[in-house]
Nanobody, 116 residues
Framework: QVQLAESGGGLVQAGGSLRLSCEAS????????MAWYRQVPGKQRELVAS???????NYAAAVKGRFTISRDNSKKTVYLQMSSLQPEDTAVYYC??????????WGQGTQVTVSS
């Protein structure tokens, strides 16, 4: 079992920044990938960004150039630095990890609200 603890969400004005953190209960160095998803009511959860075991990153088109995903294996943590936030970024953000055995785990979610 892997437990994920997210933090860093909140209310910010448009154009502002937030950094989300997701700390795992176990070592993340052997995780196949770690990712952030987001979901708004009535819509499907969507991938925001992911980072592979080797450090390769992938971003949704809507956030490319504004968000940066990173990981610190020593702290068992993945981060999402969000800049130039817009009202359309308002959502619940979820941390996700994919282990080498292809088991996957989700955090409880953290609310990000961007006011115009």
């Amino acid at each position: 079992q892997v437990q994920l603890a997210e933090s860093g969400g909140g209310l910010v004005q448009a154009g502002g920044s937030l950094r989300l953190s997701c700390e795992a209960s176990v070592s993340v160095s052997n995780f196949h990938a770690m990712a952030w998803y987001r979901q708004v009511p009535g819509k499907q959860r969507e991938l925001v960004a992911s980072i592979s075991r080797g450090g390769g990153t992938n971003y949704a088109a809507a956030v490319k150039g504004r968000f940066t995903i990173s990981r610190d294996n020593s702290k068992k943590t993945v981060y999402l630095q969000m800049s130039s936030l817009q009202p359309e970024d308002t959502a619940v953000y979820y941390c996700n990890v994919l282990r080498l055995d292809l088991s996957t785990y989700w955090g409880q979610g953290t609310q990000v609200t961007v006011s115009s």
